[in-house]
């Protein structure tokens, strides 16, 4: 483990990743066997959807009968939460792991504090994400954001999953409430896997990535040339109004994801 006030690296075998906490707490590189996996960029990487995944409608969530407004910084609505705009400090680094922390302020209305950690072996990545509060509940969604890279060496990745079910998007981007069979892409849809997230990247010849969550949601995005998204998250789009799940005093709000690799 080496770090700076920039970054933190992790190594573990020939695989290397490096986390920015002033920047997000985003992946800003990880890199196997001397490939780098994702798109590069201040913007890019892998980074936190936290307090919220996807985009809210019109910046708007009700908790009880109360109405937050958040700003519009994907107009006309909120995106993505406000972790990776924030600057997190760092609880722990060394031996493989790291742990960074953020507390909830402006312009989200309610106090909390945020976790995310990191686990690196030689073909593996362990995240989780926290959110708690010792104070009002809330309503909250956590995730990630990952930019892999669509072309390896040469290679195009390749998407294998089995959702149950895909989100019915309407013309503002939202899930419409539909649940429908799963479509061709490209995408920027949200899927249903009910037994946990799994989905398979794979860049043939190169490299095959598997990325793993008990959680239930996930979105898919390849409509760009240079990467494909693949967002494990705790509920779907606007899912502070449609399916809110609350983090109070006593139940946190936690998930997990694992990517796992093997060279082909």
Known sequence: MSSSEESIRLAAGDAELTITPANGCRIGSLRIGGTELLRQGARYGCFPMVPWCGRIEHGQ??????????????????????????????????GGEAAFTYDLVDPWPYSGRVTQTF?????????ALGVETYDTSFPAQAGWHPWFLRTLNGSEARIDFAPAWQ?????????????????????????????????????????ELKVTSRAEWVVVYDEQAEAVCVEPQSGPPNGLNSLPRLVTPVEPLEITANWTWRRL
Do not use: K
Not at 119 to 127: A, V
């Open 61 to 94: 969530f009700r908790n009880g009968g109360v109405v937050h407004q958040m700003p519009l910084n994907s107009p006309p609505h909120a995106i993505h939460g406000t972790g990776r705009d924030t600057a997190w400090r760092t609880a722990r680094a060394g």
């Open 119 to 127: 686990e690196l072996t030689e073909d593996s990545l362990s995240l």
């Open 167 to 207: 989100e019915e998007r309407g013309a503002d981007h939202l899930p419409t409430g539909r649940r429908v069979p799963p479509r061709p892409g490209p995408w920027d849809d949200c899927f249903g896997m009910p037994d946990g997230v799994a989905v398979t990247l794979t860049w043939p010849g190169e490299l």
